[in-house]
T-cell receptor, first 113, second 114 residues
Framework: ETGVTQTPRHLVMGMTNKKSLKCEQH?????MYWYKQSAKKPLELMFV???????ENNSVPSRFSPECPNSSHLFLHLHTLQPEDSALYLC????????????FGQGTRLTVV | AQSVSQHNHHVILSEAASLELGCNYS??????LFWYVQYPGQHLQLLLK??????LVKGIKGFEAEFIKSKFSFNLRKPSVQWSDTAEYFC????????????FGKGTHLIIQP
């Protein structure tokens, strides 16, 4: 256990559905991240939050919408996804932005049908 | 923009063999460098990191890595691997200012045969 919990672990959704991924950490970390892990591709940084403020959006399509209500919780709202969005979505947190070790959750395996 | 190259996508070794996994990055400024490992069915976890100082860093489970600035490299090494080292290994980098998330390589799938 890393202290970073992601739910659900698996999600199957249709292209017209709306769903949300949740990430929670109680490590006292101030930075949180969403990554996408696809087969045969590097982990792609999607969003970065520092003290609840979004500091980075890595050209992610608007069908992915992050939300960070507080330093302990991070959501990724999904709507009208495409099959190519199927991937493992990883949440991570770190004490400070960038400079310290990032702790990863186990990910949500998303399948878009 | 930063990028990270891991040259070996699949490596198969026998137990007790020595390991070296290559990692090169492209970024002109100061960098922080990391190696993460993902064991089957588990989350990503940190093996070791380099921020500054001694370019030879030691991590958990007998792993070490050497930062060679002139070669933009941060290769991972272990003198004698074990079956339990079977995993996916990821090299990652962020800028020295630390104001951004990590940029990862594609990973190297290491299989250790007993």
């Amino acid at each position: 256990e890393t202290g970073v919990t992601q739910t659900p672990r698996h999600l199957v959704m249709g292209m017209t559905n709306k769903k949300s991924l949740k990430c929670e950490q109680h490590l006292g970390h101030n930075a949180m991240y969403w990554y996408k892990q696809s087969a045969k591709k590097p982990l792609e940084l999607m969003f970065v939050y520092n003290f609840k403020e979004q500091t980075e959006n890595n050209s992610v399509p608007s069908r992915f919408s992050p939300e960070c209500p507080n330093s302990s919780h991070l959501f990724l709202h999904l709507h009208t996804l495409q099959p190519e969005d199927s991937a493992l979505y990883l949440c991570a947190s770190s004490l400070k932005l960038g400079m310290t070790e990032a702790f990863f959750g186990q990910g949500t395996r998303l399948t878009v049908v | 923009a930063q990028s990270v190259s891991q040259h070996n996508h699949h490596v198969i070794l026998s137990e007790a063999a020595s390991l070296e996994l290559g990692c090169n990055y492209s970024y002109g400024g100061t960098v922080n460098l990391f190696w993460y490992v993902q064991y089957p069915g588990q989350h990503l976890q940190l093996l070791l990191k380099y921020f500054s100082g001694d370019p030879l860093v030691k991590g958990i489970k007998g792993f070490e890595a050497e930062f060679i600035k002139s070669k933009f490299s941060f290769n991972l090494r272990k003198p004698s691997v074990q079956w339990s080292d079977t995993a996916e290994y990821f090299c990652a980098v962020n800028s020295g200012g630390g104001a951004d998330g990590l940029t990862f390589g594609k990973g190297t799938h290491l299989i250790i045969q007993p």
